[in-house]
Protein backbone atom coordinates (compact mmCIF):
# COMPACT_ATOMS: atom_id res chain seq x y z
CA UNK A 1 0.00 0.00 0.00
CA UNK A 2 1.46 3.60 -1.04
CA UNK A 3 2.28 5.69 2.05
CA UNK A 4 2.57 9.46 1.32
CA UNK A 5 5.66 9.41 1.92
CA UNK A 6 7.08 6.97 -0.78
CA UNK A 7 8.21 7.56 -4.42
CA UNK A 8 7.07 4.72 -7.01
CA UNK A 9 10.45 3.78 -8.72
CA UNK A 10 10.53 1.30 -11.68
CA UNK A 11 14.32 1.21 -12.34
CA UNK A 12 17.38 2.88 -10.69
CA UNK A 13 19.92 2.81 -13.43
CA UNK A 14 23.75 3.76 -12.57
CA UNK A 15 26.30 4.82 -14.82
CA UNK A 16 24.07 6.49 -16.76
CA UNK A 17 25.40 8.92 -20.03
CA UNK A 18 22.84 9.69 -21.87
CA UNK A 19 20.60 11.54 -18.55
CA UNK A 20 22.65 14.65 -17.93
CA UNK A 21 25.92 15.90 -17.60
CA UNK A 22 28.60 13.50 -16.27
CA UNK A 23 27.85 10.29 -14.68
CA UNK A 24 24.40 9.77 -13.21
CA UNK A 25 22.01 7.88 -11.07
CA UNK A 26 19.08 7.99 -12.98
CA UNK A 27 15.78 7.01 -10.97
CA UNK A 28 12.84 6.25 -13.34
CA UNK A 29 9.69 7.57 -11.35
CA UNK A 30 6.69 5.36 -12.43
CA UNK A 31 3.43 7.58 -13.31
CA UNK A 32 2.59 10.00 -16.16
CA UNK A 33 -0.40 12.45 -17.17
CA UNK A 34 0.19 11.74 -20.99
CA UNK A 35 -0.62 8.57 -23.17
CA UNK A 36 2.19 8.84 -26.02
CA UNK A 37 1.63 6.18 -28.04
CA UNK A 38 5.39 6.05 -28.76
CA UNK A 39 6.74 5.42 -25.80
CA UNK A 40 9.73 4.15 -24.94
CA UNK A 41 9.02 3.30 -21.16
CA UNK A 42 5.40 2.18 -21.15
CA UNK A 43 5.76 0.36 -17.90
CA UNK A 44 6.09 4.38 -16.45
CA UNK A 45 2.73 5.06 -17.64
CA UNK A 46 0.55 3.85 -14.96
CA UNK A 47 0.85 5.28 -11.32
CA UNK A 48 0.86 2.30 -9.58
CA UNK A 49 2.69 -1.58 -9.21
CA UNK A 50 2.24 -3.43 -12.48
CA UNK A 51 2.57 -6.95 -13.15
CA UNK A 52 3.93 -8.21 -16.28
CA UNK A 53 5.22 -11.44 -17.99
CA UNK A 54 8.39 -12.03 -19.68
CA UNK A 55 9.58 -15.29 -21.16
CA UNK A 56 7.12 -16.80 -19.04
CA UNK A 57 8.41 -15.58 -15.87
CA UNK A 58 6.22 -13.32 -14.19
CA UNK A 59 7.31 -9.51 -12.34
CA UNK A 60 6.18 -6.50 -11.48
CA UNK A 61 7.12 -2.88 -12.54
CA UNK A 62 7.20 -0.32 -9.32
CA UNK A 63 8.64 -0.43 -5.85
CA UNK A 64 7.88 2.41 -3.51
CA UNK A 65 10.60 3.83 -1.53
CA UNK A 66 11.23 5.58 1.21
CA UNK A 67 13.44 9.05 0.40
CA UNK A 68 16.00 7.79 2.99
CA UNK A 69 16.54 4.65 1.07
CA UNK A 70 16.51 6.40 -2.07
CA UNK A 71 19.18 8.81 -0.75
CA UNK A 72 21.07 5.94 0.50
CA UNK A 73 20.82 4.15 -3.35
CA UNK A 74 21.86 7.38 -5.12
CA UNK A 75 24.78 8.02 -2.62
CA UNK A 76 26.68 4.82 -3.67
CA UNK A 77 27.61 6.14 -6.76
CA UNK A 78 28.45 9.48 -5.62
CA UNK A 79 32.12 8.75 -5.71
CA UNK A 80 31.77 8.60 -9.71
CA UNK A 81 29.92 11.88 -10.06
CA UNK A 82 32.89 14.09 -10.30
CA UNK A 83 32.94 16.87 -12.71
CA UNK A 84 34.99 20.59 -12.83
CA UNK A 85 32.18 23.02 -11.32
CA UNK A 86 31.49 21.07 -8.01
CA UNK A 87 30.39 24.68 -6.42
CA UNK A 88 26.20 24.60 -6.35
CA UNK A 89 26.63 28.51 -6.79
CA UNK A 90 28.20 27.74 -10.24
CA UNK A 91 25.44 25.07 -11.42
CA UNK A 92 23.54 27.91 -13.24
CA UNK A 93 24.90 27.82 -16.35
CA UNK A 94 23.89 29.42 -19.52
CA UNK A 95 25.86 27.97 -22.59
CA UNK A 96 25.83 24.70 -23.95
CA UNK A 97 29.54 24.66 -23.85
CA UNK A 98 29.36 24.75 -19.99
CA UNK A 99 27.53 21.61 -19.65
CA UNK A 100 30.40 19.48 -19.79
CA UNK A 101 31.66 21.29 -16.72
CA UNK A 102 29.36 20.33 -14.57
CA UNK A 103 29.35 17.14 -12.43
CA UNK A 104 27.65 14.44 -12.78
CA UNK A 105 24.65 13.37 -10.31
CA UNK A 106 21.09 12.23 -9.91
CA UNK A 107 18.30 12.46 -12.78
CA UNK A 108 14.63 11.84 -11.94
CA UNK A 109 12.95 10.65 -15.14
CA UNK A 110 9.75 8.84 -16.21
CA UNK A 111 7.09 8.48 -16.87
CA UNK A 112 6.59 11.95 -15.70
CA UNK A 113 8.97 12.66 -12.28
CA UNK A 114 7.02 15.84 -11.55
CA UNK A 115 3.79 14.34 -10.67
CA UNK A 116 5.93 12.66 -7.13
CA UNK A 117 7.52 16.07 -6.62
CA UNK A 118 6.10 17.11 -3.41
CA UNK A 119 7.99 13.46 -1.72
CA UNK A 120 10.72 14.19 -3.86
CA UNK A 121 11.52 17.21 -1.94
CA UNK A 122 13.07 15.28 1.31
CA UNK A 123 15.73 13.19 -1.18
CA UNK A 124 16.69 16.81 -2.83
CA UNK A 125 17.36 18.37 0.03
CA UNK A 126 19.44 15.55 1.03
CA UNK A 127 21.36 15.13 -2.30
CA UNK A 128 22.08 18.87 -2.26
CA UNK A 129 23.83 18.67 1.36
CA UNK A 130 26.16 16.59 -0.33
CA UNK A 131 26.65 18.63 -3.15
CA UNK A 132 25.14 16.17 -6.02
CA UNK A 133 24.03 17.54 -9.22
CA UNK A 134 20.29 16.93 -9.87
CA UNK A 135 18.30 17.49 -12.92
CA UNK A 136 14.89 16.26 -14.34
CA UNK A 137 13.68 15.07 -17.48
CA UNK A 138 9.61 16.26 -17.82
CA UNK A 139 7.23 16.77 -20.28
CA UNK A 140 5.53 19.55 -17.99
CA UNK A 141 2.12 18.02 -18.29
CA UNK A 142 1.59 18.03 -14.51
CA UNK A 143 0.04 20.76 -12.02
CA UNK A 144 1.76 24.11 -11.95
CA UNK A 145 2.44 23.78 -8.33
CA UNK A 146 4.73 20.59 -9.09
CA UNK A 147 7.20 23.21 -11.60
CA UNK A 148 7.63 25.47 -8.69
CA UNK A 149 8.40 23.41 -6.54
CA UNK A 150 10.52 21.09 -8.81
CA UNK A 151 12.48 24.74 -9.71
CA UNK A 152 13.29 25.45 -5.97
CA UNK A 153 14.92 21.96 -5.95
CA UNK A 154 15.97 20.66 -9.25
CA UNK A 155 19.22 22.19 -10.87
CA UNK A 156 18.73 21.18 -14.63
CA UNK A 157 15.81 20.60 -16.62
CA UNK A 158 15.12 18.47 -19.54
CA UNK A 159 11.96 19.56 -21.03
CA UNK A 160 10.42 17.54 -23.85
CA UNK A 161 8.18 19.59 -26.75
CA UNK A 162 6.13 17.09 -28.69
CA UNK A 163 3.02 17.50 -30.50
CA UNK A 164 2.27 21.53 -30.21
CA UNK A 165 -1.73 21.61 -32.08
CA UNK A 166 -3.95 21.52 -28.95
CA UNK A 167 -6.70 19.23 -30.33
CA UNK A 168 -3.64 16.59 -31.82
CA UNK A 169 -2.28 17.12 -28.46
CA UNK A 170 -5.09 16.15 -26.74
CA UNK A 171 -6.48 13.53 -29.31
CA UNK A 172 -3.03 11.82 -29.17
CA UNK A 173 -1.22 12.50 -26.55
CA UNK A 174 -4.16 13.29 -23.72
CA UNK A 175 -2.64 16.41 -22.83
CA UNK A 176 -3.67 20.02 -22.14
CA UNK A 177 -1.49 21.95 -24.23
CA UNK A 178 -2.70 25.19 -22.06
CA UNK A 179 -0.89 23.91 -19.12
CA UNK A 180 1.81 23.19 -20.61
CA UNK A 181 2.29 26.68 -22.49
CA UNK A 182 2.03 28.05 -19.32
CA UNK A 183 4.46 25.89 -17.50
CA UNK A 184 7.06 26.40 -19.76
CA UNK A 185 6.61 30.06 -19.56
CA UNK A 186 6.95 29.65 -15.56
CA UNK A 187 10.27 27.79 -15.75
CA UNK A 188 11.48 29.79 -18.72
CA UNK A 189 11.15 32.85 -16.23
CA UNK A 190 12.90 30.84 -13.53
CA UNK A 191 16.42 31.61 -15.09
CA UNK A 192 17.23 27.63 -14.87
CA UNK A 193 19.09 26.10 -17.45
CA UNK A 194 17.11 23.97 -19.54
CA UNK A 195 17.98 22.02 -22.64
CA UNK A 196 14.93 20.95 -24.79
CA UNK A 197 14.07 17.52 -26.57
CA UNK A 198 11.77 17.14 -29.40
CA UNK A 199 11.29 13.57 -30.12
CA UNK A 200 10.75 13.05 -33.45
CA UNK A 201 7.78 10.43 -34.47
CA UNK A 202 7.08 9.32 -37.68
CA UNK A 203 3.35 10.47 -38.64
CA UNK A 204 2.62 12.39 -35.23
CA UNK A 205 5.58 14.70 -34.74
CA UNK A 206 7.85 15.01 -37.65
CA UNK A 207 5.25 17.08 -40.21
CA UNK A 208 6.44 20.38 -41.76
CA UNK A 209 3.22 22.47 -39.44
CA UNK A 210 4.45 21.02 -36.03
CA UNK A 211 8.48 21.53 -37.13
CA UNK A 212 7.35 25.06 -37.53
CA UNK A 213 5.34 25.28 -34.67
CA UNK A 214 8.24 23.78 -32.37
CA UNK A 215 10.66 26.12 -33.99
CA UNK A 216 8.73 29.02 -33.02
CA UNK A 217 7.81 28.26 -29.62
CA UNK A 218 11.72 27.68 -29.12
CA UNK A 219 12.17 30.99 -30.28
CA UNK A 220 10.21 33.05 -28.48
CA UNK A 221 11.15 31.15 -25.25
CA UNK A 222 14.75 32.14 -25.75
CA UNK A 223 14.00 35.65 -27.13
CA UNK A 224 11.52 36.08 -23.79
CA UNK A 225 14.93 35.26 -21.81
CA UNK A 226 15.33 31.44 -21.30
CA UNK A 227 18.16 30.19 -20.45
CA UNK A 228 18.50 27.15 -23.28
CA UNK A 229 21.68 25.09 -23.42
CA UNK A 230 20.78 23.10 -26.65
CA UNK A 231 18.23 21.46 -28.53
CA UNK A 232 18.35 17.79 -28.77
CA UNK A 233 16.58 16.08 -31.46
CA UNK A 234 15.65 12.38 -30.50
CA UNK A 235 15.11 9.84 -33.50
CA UNK A 236 12.19 7.69 -32.82
CA UNK A 237 13.26 4.15 -32.13
CA UNK A 238 11.61 0.87 -30.68
CA UNK A 239 14.07 -0.01 -28.04
CA UNK A 240 10.80 -0.43 -25.53
CA UNK A 241 9.49 -3.13 -27.78
CA UNK A 242 10.02 -5.95 -25.62
CA UNK A 243 8.77 -3.79 -22.13
CA UNK A 244 5.44 -3.67 -24.41
CA UNK A 245 5.21 -7.47 -24.90
CA UNK A 246 5.33 -7.79 -21.57
CA UNK A 247 2.68 -5.59 -20.81
CA UNK A 248 0.48 -7.24 -23.63
CA UNK A 249 0.09 -3.61 -25.30
CA UNK A 250 1.45 -2.59 -28.90
CA UNK A 251 3.67 -0.38 -29.36
CA UNK A 252 3.11 2.45 -32.14
CA UNK A 253 6.03 2.78 -34.45
CA UNK A 254 6.60 4.02 -37.57
CA UNK A 255 10.05 4.98 -38.04
CA UNK A 256 11.48 8.70 -39.40
CA UNK A 257 14.35 8.45 -42.43
CA UNK A 258 17.94 9.80 -41.16
CA UNK A 259 17.71 12.57 -43.89
CA UNK A 260 14.51 14.37 -42.43
CA UNK A 261 16.75 14.66 -38.84
CA UNK A 262 19.47 16.43 -40.77
CA UNK A 263 16.17 18.43 -42.41
CA UNK A 264 15.00 19.45 -39.11
CA UNK A 265 18.24 20.37 -37.79
CA UNK A 266 18.86 22.70 -40.72
CA UNK A 267 15.30 24.26 -40.01
CA UNK A 268 16.47 24.95 -36.21
CA UNK A 269 19.92 26.63 -36.62
CA UNK A 270 18.93 30.12 -37.13
CA UNK A 271 17.49 30.05 -33.71
CA UNK A 272 21.47 30.45 -32.68
CA UNK A 273 21.14 27.87 -30.05
CA UNK A 274 23.50 24.30 -30.63
CA UNK A 275 21.31 21.56 -31.98
CA UNK A 276 22.14 17.98 -31.69
CA UNK A 277 20.38 15.04 -33.69
CA UNK A 278 20.20 12.05 -31.62
CA UNK A 279 20.32 8.78 -33.11
CA UNK A 280 19.42 5.53 -31.08
Known amino acids: MKDKNTILITNIQRFSLHDGPGIRTTLFLKGCSLRCPWCC ?3 NLFSQPQGYMKDGVPGKYGMYYFSDEIVKECLKDYSFY ?9 WNITASNQIQQLPGGVTFSGGE ?25 TCLFCPTFDVQLAIEHIDLFYVDMKILDSKRCESVEHGNLALYFDNLDILMRSAKPVVIRVPVIGQRTDDEGNRRLVHELIKKSKDDGGIILK ?22 YHGVEDSLMDQYKEEMLDIGIPVEVCRI
Do not use: F, W
Request: net charge negative; glycine share 6%.
Open 231 to 252: IELIKEHSLGENKYKSLNMQMD
Open 82 to 90: GGKLQDPNQ
Open 113 to 137: ALLQMKALVPVCKALHEKAVHLAVE
Open 41 to 43: NPE
